[in-house]
């Protein structure tokens, strides 16, 4: 638009005011906001921060990292699952009977359908101590034990005989007692040797039973006079 230049003499000022007056009469009123620009601007910025994903259901399946796979086809929907195949209605997974783990398995993995065990215990536990598979030891002197390939230990216990004598001694390293002074029984208090007679005083001749230690031994008391036997 064309102003003709008025007649007379215009302040500067007011010469400035009418110009701009005159542009912002120009400006279009579609380019001012209106409250219904406001509204689709911010249905706009919803949508955008919501993100669609393709709905597969019926059409593929997809895994745990966000594969699809194509009805009929098989997949691993993680890496610790079984096997799946795709239908209509979702993965439908094997579901396989698994082996039982050793019951001495110290280490599992389970990256595939079944957990497999990967380190099986190789030696024995036994009173604090560890043995090798078929090792023998003897954990005292009365036992001799082996460490079984099934990681438990069997052990055999001397059986040891009856010691013919009253005062039997264990000596070190040694499973069962001995009579160290061979076989004997008691004559009252006094311990004496068994196959022979013995003066236990001067009116008293003792012997001990044969093979019956543990018996007090059989006595024969003589007449004494003073203590001196009269026979």
Not at 41 to 67: L, P
Not at 85 to 93: A, F, K, L, N, S
Not at 181 to 210: L, S
Request: charged share 25%.
């Amino acid at each position: 638009m064309w102003m003709s230049k008025p007649r007379g003499r215009m302040r500067p000022h007011l010469w400035a005011a009418s110009v701009l007056l005159l542009a912002l009469s120009a400006v279009s009123p579609a380019a001012v906001d209106s409250p219904q620009d406001y509204t689709a601007d911010e249905a706009e910025r919803t949508a955008a921060d919501n993100i669609i994903f393709d709905d597969y259901r019926g059409k593929g399946c997809v895994d745990d990292s966000g594969f699809v796979y194509k009805l009929g086809e098989r997949f691993y929907p993680g890496h610790s699952n079984c096997p799946c195949e795709c239908t209509e209605d979702g993965p439908v997974c094997d579901q396989p009977e698994c082996p039982k783990l050793h019951p001495k398995c110290t280490k599992v993995e389970h990256n595939g359908c079944c957990p497999e065990c990967k380190e099986v215990r190789n030696f024995c536990e036994y009173r604090g101590k560890t043995y090798k598979i078929l090792e023998e030891f003897k954990p005292s002197p009365c036992e001799w034990c082996r460490c079984e390939p099934n990681n438990e230990v069997h052990c055999v216990v001397s059986d040891c005989a009856v010691p013919e004598c009253v005062n039997p001694v264990y000596e070190p390293e040694q499973c069962c007692p001995i009579c160290k002074n061979g076989p004997n029984c008691f004559a009252g208090t006094t311990i004496i040797p068994a196959g022979i007679e013995v003066k236990v005083d001067d009116c008293t001749i003792c012997r001990c039973h044969n093979g019956d230690w543990w018996k007090p031994a059989q006595c024969l008391r003589r007449e004494c006079l003073n203590g001196q036997s009269l026979s």
